[in-house]
T-cell receptor, first 115, second 109 residues
Framework: DGGITQSPKYLFRKEGQNVTLSCEQN?????MYWYRQDPGQGLRLIYY???????QKGDIAEGYSVSREKKESFPLTVTSAQKNPTAFYLC??????????????FGEGSRLTVL | AQRVTQPEKLLSVFKGAPVELKCNYS??????LFWYVQYSRQRLQLLLR??SRESIKGFTADLNKGETSFHLKKPFAQEEDSAMYYC???????????FGTGTRLLVSP
């Protein structure tokens, strides 16, 4: 079954802990993205990657880190430096950059709650 | 900076009524514009793109460069249109999608 898989679906962490959200795709897409979704704020771009071993900061990268060691994987680490980490996180991918078709394929999301 | 504004958080209409979801953008260049939709318990997905000038599920959207708007319209709303709708743009030369804050459409019987 092709698509984007995010895990875990729900995650709880204590303040001061780092946590890593997984995003895997088997669509053979070059580009991958992480968005944060908060009520009333829409989707805000955290990081994106156009190609393996390369990534760029989005609009709200502070307190987050990513890696792109494999084409199919783009994990997001929410560090203790992120001041307001409780949110819904969405991973997406596209064939190349979105400028080609504008179509991003999204995962089901991961809800992180900091206790 | 690029910005997408969707002024309505919630739009509630009756089945069969016309629908217009508003989207305004601020960008000095020529962006590409899109509408994404998220139905209940489904993933966010592309609905339509302005360059295709297409009609999907009865929805159309016209880019008005003078008013910097890209409103989504449907002449007769259906209950299955109830969803969260996001307007988005790609700034020219960039490889990222900028989303608006979203509008929840509720179509009542």
């Amino acid at each position: 079954d092709g698509g984007i898989t995010q895990s875990p679906k729900y995650l709880f962490r204590k303040e001061g802990q780092n946590v890593t959200l997984s995003c895997e795709q088997n669509l053979n897409h070059d580009a991958m993205y992480w968005y944060r979704q908060d009520p009333g704020q829409g989707l805000r771009l955290i990081y994106y990657s156009q190609i393996v071993n390369d990534f760029q900061k989005g609009d709200i990268a502070e307190g987050y880190s990513v890696s792109r060691e494999k084409k199919e994987s783009f994990p997001l680490t929410v560090t203790s430096a992120q001041k307001n980490p409780t949110a819904f996180y969405l991973c997406a991918s596209s064939i190349r950059g979105p400028g080609n078709t504008g179509e991003l394929f999204f995962g089901e999301g991961s809800r992180l709650t900091v206790l | 900076a690029q910005r997408v504004t969707q002024p309505e958080k919630l739009l509630s209409v009756f089945k069969g009524a016309p629908v217009e979801l508003k989207c305004n953008y601020s960008y000095s260049g020529s962006p590409e514009l899109f509408w994404y939709v998220q139905y209940s318990r489904q993933r966010l997905q592309l609905l339509l793109r302005h360059i295709s000038r297409e009609s999907i599920k009865g929805f159309t959207a016209d880019l008005n460069k003078g008013e910097t708007s890209f409103h989504l319209k449907k002449p007769f709303a259906q209950e299955e249109d109830s969803a969260m709708y996001y307007c988005a743009l790609i700034p020219a030369g960039f490889q990222k999608l900028v989303f608006g804050t979203g509008t929840r459409l509720l179509v009542s019987p």
